[in-house]
């Protein structure tokens, strides 16, 4: 555990440094990483540990940017704590989810989880407190001045991002590894097994959805912050499922290639605009190649390397070995 603690921090010094390095658009493409960071490690959670498959992680994405919009602009909370109660009414919300979806499995759960998705926008319009189809607005405030007049309001954001992640990914990481990580995998690999050895498999299903959907809500949150407003339109069902292939691209079963996920779900709206460029700078071909190249990239993970790029590299350097020895 601490050479896990030494490394986070040394991560953490590090994406400092680039920070101040680099251009405005990086930084905030810094911190739309560490979002995603936290959105894919949530799924991995739930999806490559305890077996659940959710195609509404989107969704419960809004509902922690909901939530944090309200309580910083209605109830005039300090920007960290609605962080936190995003996180944990995100949570609070998820249980009582898991309790439904205790009870599904397979593609049940993933129709469910894709309904509420769907629902979503449609329940915001209801609701006048929620802004309908313009959101809520959230002031981020000014940067504190004690970092300087050349400190910029992206690179707070990116601080903010980044510490979050690290922050999550370190949790995530040891509750993996501990005899909470252990069950789930039993009750993933075979969920009668798990009850015969005395292991209470709703009550951990519930559990792991709950602190997956409080992860989701985080990110969501963070997501709000960068974009200062959070609406029904800022989380299309085109989210959900990037955030599942940034997940299978990243390696379902393990945290170690969650980067390189949600790096490329940053790239691919850059590559959209840079070939739409070439093309006249097409509105259709902006709108909707986004969503080819998600729906590609799935496909050839699946095909080529089911496990994440890190189980490929481990098999072929093993082969190397059998091939030398």
């Not at 460029?277 to 909707?288: A, Q, V």
């Not at 490929?312 to 350097?317: A, D, N, S, V, Y």
Request: charge should be positive; charged fraction near 10%.
């Amino acid at each position: 555990m601490r050479k896990r603690l030494f490394l986070f921090i040394a991560l953490g010094w590090i994406l400092l440094l680039v920070g101040d390095r680099v251009d405005e658009l990086r930084v905030y493409q810094g911190a739309s990483i560490a979002v995603y960071v936290i959105a894919i490690g949530s799924i991995i959670l739930l999806t490559g540990y305890s077996g659940q498959i959710s195609l509404g992680h989107g969704a419960l994405m809004a509902f922690g940017g909901y939530v944090a919009a309200l309580c910083a602009s209605h109830a005039s909370m300090p920007l960290w704590l609605a962080f936190i109660m995003a996180a944990l009414v995100t949570g609070i919300f998820g249980a009582v989810l898991g309790f439904a979806a205790a009870r599904l499995s397979g593609p049940y759960l993933a129709g469910t989880t894709l309904a509420f998705a769907v629902g979503l926008p449609s329940l915001a319009n209801q609701f006048s407190i929620l802004g309908g189809e313009q959101g809520i607005y959230l002031d981020p405030g000014l940067p504190p001045a004690r970092l300087g007049e050349s400190f910029s309001q992206y690179k707070w954001f990116f601080w903010i991002a980044c510490l979050a992640a690290l922050i999550t990914m370190f949790w995530l990481a040891n509750i993996l590894q501990s005899k909470y990580g252990r069950t789930w995998r039993a009750l993933r690999s075979n969920e009668v097994a798990a009850q015969l050895c005395g292991v209470p498999t709703g009550r951990q299903k519930v559990l792991a959805f709950s602190l997956s959907s409080g992860l989701a809500g985080l990110a969501g949150a963070l997501l709000v912050l960068t974009i200062s407003t959070v609406s029904p339109s800022a989380f299309p069902l085109s989210l959900s499922f990037a955030l599942v292939t940034g997940a299978v691209v990243s390696g379902i079963y393990d945290l170690k290639g969650v980067m390189l996920g949600a790096v490329i779900l940053v790239v691919i709206p850059e590559i959209a605009d840079s070939v739409a460029s070439r093309f006249g700078d097409s509105l259709k071909i902006t709108s909707t190649l986004p969503g080819l190249l998600v729906s590609a990239l799935l496909i050839l993970a699946v095909l080529f390397t089911p496990n994440g790029p890190g189980e490929k590299l481990h098999h072929l350097r093993h082969k190397r070995k059998a091939h030398s020895g």
